[in-house]
């Protein structure tokens, strides 16, 4: 079993950042054998999940357009925690930030993107990020 903790959220002024963690447990998996992403739901989105950012087990980054150049995903393998910076945070940002996990997902971070991580089997509970202007 894979368990998935996330934390970091908050509420800031439209401009200022976060940083928020994904913390990895349990035996069989590790943020070095899973692919790994974020995704959020915001107040006014229709869809179940829009993809952020994600990444794959060698290491390859994908982003939604709506975050290029402002958010980074990054991983820390000997601390078993995944990352997300948000850098020039926008009140669209708003929303709650899911962590999901899958050690056998291989179809590409842009699909994983526009699928909002329909095959990826571990979610995390979330953690809100409010931005106001």
């Known amino acids: 079993q894979v368990r998935l903790e996330e934390s970091g959220g908050g509420s800031v002024q439209a401009g200022g950042s976060l940083t928020l963690s994904c913390l990895v447990s349990?035996?069989?998996?590790?943020?070095?054998?899973?692919?790994m992403g974020w995704f959020r739901k915001g107040p006014r989105t229709t869809k179940w999940r829009e993809g952020v950012a994600v990444i794959d087990r060698d290491e390859t980054t994908t982003y939604a357009e709506a975050v290029k150049g402002r958010f980074t995903i990054s991983k820390d393998n000997a601390k078993s925690t995944l990352y997300l910076q948000l850098n020039s945070l926008k009140p669209e940002d708003t929303g709650i930030y899911y962590c999901a996990a899958d050690p056998y997902y291989s179809s590409g971070g842009p699909f994983a993107l526009s699928s909002g991580g329909s095959d990826f089997g571990y979610w995390g509970q979330g953690t809100q990020v409010t931005v106001s202007s």
């Open positions: 349990g035996e069989k998996y590790t943020t070095y054998t899973m692919s």
